[in-house]
C-alpha cells in the first residue's frame, strides 16, 4: 500500500542553521505530496505542496522538490528560526474519489537560540 | 466560520461510555475528513464525506465507530463502549472542492480512563 517514511526526529539545530528533513514515499500511482506543519498548541497547517514530478513547492523560506526518479520530496530551509519550531509531517494522496492523506509519523524539530 | 471548528477540544471520558465528537466545517467546503493521530504518530484517516453521504470509510478500525453528516456541514464522530486504546487526538478537515489540501481544525484529545 501508499506509505510515507520521514527522517526520525527529533532534529535539534542553531538558530541560522540549514535544515533538511528527508521524506521518501511508495505510491501505486501519481501522488500529490504535502509538508504539514503543527506548532506546538496549535493544528496541522499545510506548509507546502507539489502536485507533479519536478515540481518545487515553497513556503516560509521551505522549499520541497517532487523527484519521482528516488521517490523522495525532502525539506530544506536555508536558515532556520527559533520560531520554525515544530512538527513537520510530509504526505502524499493518491486522488481517487477521495482525497485521503497518507502521513508519515512526524519529525519534531526545535531550533535553540 | 473562518476556519474548522471541533468541540469539544478536551474530552475524558470512562472505558465503556460513548462519546460524540463534533466538527464544523469552514462554510461552503464540500469535503470532509476525519482522522485519528495516536501520540508521536502521523494522522491515520478514517472517514471522508462529499456532502452528505460517507463516500469512505475504510479507515474506520471497527463497528463501534460510526459517524454522520446529515446536513452536509456539521458532521459528528461517535464511539460506542470506548476503550483506552481509543485514546488519541481527532482531527477534523475541509475542503473546496477540486482543491489541493486540506483544513484541518485543532482536534479533540479524547482520554479514555
Known amino acids: 500500500g501508499d506509505s510515507v517514511t520521514q527522517m526520525e526526529g527529533p532534529v535539534t539545530l542553531s538558530e541560522e542553521a540549514f535544515l533538511t528533513i528527508n521524506c521518501t514515499y511508495t505510491a501505486t500511482g501519481y501522488p500529490s505530496l504535502f509538508w504539514y506543519v503543527q506548532y506546538p498548541g496549535e493544528g496541522l497547517q499545510l506548509l507546502l505542496k507539489a502536485t507533479k514530478a519536478d515540481d518545487k513547492g515553497s513556503n516560509k523560506g521551505f522549499e520541497a522538490t517532487y523527484r519521482k526518479e528516488t521517490t523522495s520530496f525532502h525539506l530544506e530551509k536555508g536558515s532556520v528560526q527559533v520560531s520554525d519550531s515544530a512538527v513537520y509531517f510530509c504526505a502524499l494522496s493518491i486522488i481517487q474519489g477521495a482525497q485521503k492523506l497518507v502521513f508519515g509519523q512526524g519529525t519534531r524539530l526545535t531550533i535553540n537560540p | 466560520g473562518a476556519g474548522v471548528s471541533q468541540t469539544p477540544s478536551n474530552k475524558v471520558t470512562e472505558k465503556g461510555k460513548y462519546v460524540e465528537l463534533r466538527c464544523d466545517p469552514i462554510s461552503g467546503h464540500t469535503a470532509l475528513y476525519w482522522y485519528r493521530q495516536s501520540l508521536g504518530q502521523g494522522p491515520e484517516f478514517l472517514i471522508y464525506?462529499?456532502?452528505?453521504?460517507?463516500?469512505?470509510d475504510s479507515g474506520l478500525p471497527n463497528d463501534r465507530f460510526f459517524a454522520v453528516r446529515p446536513e452536509g456541514s456539521v458532521s459528528t464522530l461517535k464511539i460506542q463502549r470506548t476503550e483506552r486504546g481509543d485514546s488519541a487526538v481527532y482531527l477534523c478537515?475541509?475542503?473546496?472542492?477540486?482543491?489541493?489540501?486540506?483544513?484541518f481544525g485543532s482536534g479533540t484529545r479524547l482520554t479514555v480512563v
Open positions: 464525506f462529499q456532502g452528505t453521504g460517507a463516500a469512505d
Open positions: 478537515a475541509s475542503s473546496a472542492q477540486g482543491s489541493y489540501g486540506y483544513t
